[in-house]
């Protein structure tokens, strides 16, 4: 779930896919921060293991997603991050 593969059979992380435990579902982080849309990902949770990676690459690709994504990426440049410092000491 959380990697996918790429028709030139690259693999590519989900950095955005997150598992809850205490749910037993998967959510879309960017989109639970940042998304005013109620979708399954986002609000819910996720858990129809059998549809997952149909759902999943519906999801990375809609406008809903990106947008929130994109949201998250500013409100990071504008506000800084977190771990900023570390993040600095993995760069060097």
Not at 66 to 92: F, H, N, P, Y
Request: proline share 2%; with cysteine; charged share 25%.
């Amino acid at each position: 779930m959380f990697t996918r593969r790429n028709k030139n059979q690259e693999t590519v992380n989900r950095f955005w896919l997150c598992f809850s435990p205490s749910t037993g579902k998967i959510y879309c982080y960017p989109c639970k921060l940042m998304s005013t849309q109620n979708t399954k990902l986002s609000r819910e949770g996720f858990n129809d293991w059998k549809h997952a990676s149909d759902r999943l690459y519906d999801h990375a690709i809609s406008k809903t997603h990106l947008e929130s994504v994109m949201s998250l990426v500013q409100q990071g440049k504008v506000t800084g991050r977190i771990d900023q410092e570390l993040a600095m000491q993995e760069l060097q």
